[in-house]
T-cell receptor, first 110, second 114 residues
Framework: DAGVTQSPTHLIKTRGQQVTLRCSPKSGHDTVSWYQQALGQGPQFIFQYYEEEERQRGNFPDRFSGHQFPNYSSELNVNALLLGDSALYLC?????????FGPGTRLTVL | TQLLEQSPQFLSIQEGENLTVYCNSSSVFSSLQWYRQEPGEGPVLLVTVVTGGEVKKLKRLTFQFGDARKDSSLHITAAQPGDTGLYLCAGVRAGGTSYGKLTFGQGTILTVHP
């Protein structure tokens, strides 16, 4: 049984560009949450998707948006990238309980 | 202000020593998880505690949830170099409609020297 998978593993972008990150949840999980983790810090909640709708959102600007597909996979989009958006982006999936994390996508903004 | 305060932030010890990491809050949590994360990887779940006063053991690791469900601790006995990593506590706040949103502490970086 595959766990949570994310793609790509690493990504380098320049300021002002847009990026899309992808996540496939663990089998049987219907909820996907996205987190941003700066170096040396704990993850910060971005938003959560359930039944293809954004159910809850953290303190992130509208430049951060997402989508969930009928097969429960999800995308995170970030527009107008800033240097401060450089971080490890984590996806976590769950079904009525504990969240399981993917390996993350390392985004570097130059 | 961090909702979950972890201490210490850094811990450097010798193989065989014991250690305790603390996770404290003024808020009540319906559940609390401990994760271990290695560089460049996602957090890996170690344990979930849900009942006040609950104690769970995982080999050399002992996890405790405070009676009031506001704090937790992780104790490692006879630490080994393989225990090296970032330890994160994360909780789901009680009440409201959190939908399982996790609030993380800032993490404890543990280094165990051979």
């Amino acid at each position: 049984d595959a766990g949570v998978t994310q793609s790509p593993t690493h990504l380098i972008k320049t300021r002002g560009q847009q990026v899309t990150l992808r996540c496939s949840p663990k089998s049987g999980h219907d909820t996907v949450s996205w987190y941003q983790q700066a170096l040396g810090q704990g993850p910060q909640f971005i938003f959560q998707y359930y039944e293809e709708e954004e159910r809850q959102r953290g303190n992130f600007p509208d430049r951060f948006s997402g989508h969930q597909f009928p097969n429960y996979s999800s995308e995170l989009n970030v527009n107008a990238l800033l240097l401060g958006d450089s971080a490890l982006y984590l996806c976590a999936s769950s079904f009525l309980g504990t969240q399981y994390f993917g390996p993350g996508t390392r985004l570097t903004v130059l | 202000t961090q909702l979950l305060e972890q201490s210490p932030q850094f811990l450097s010890i010798q193989e065989g020593e014991n250690l305790t990491v603390y996770c404290n809050s003024s808020s009540v949590f319906s559940s609390l998880q401990w994760y271990r994360q290695e560089p460049g990887e996602g957090p890996v779940l170690l344990v979930t505690v849900v009942t006040g006063g609950e104690v769970k053991k995982l080999k050399r690791l002992t996890f405790q949830f405070g009676d009031a469900r506001k704090d937790s601790s992780l104790h490692i006995t006879a630490a080994q170099p393989g225990d090296t990593g970032l330890y994160l506590c994360a909780g789901v706040r009680a009440g409201g409609t959190s939908y399982g949103k996790l609030t993380f502490g800032q993490g404890t970086i543990l280094t165990v020297h051979p």
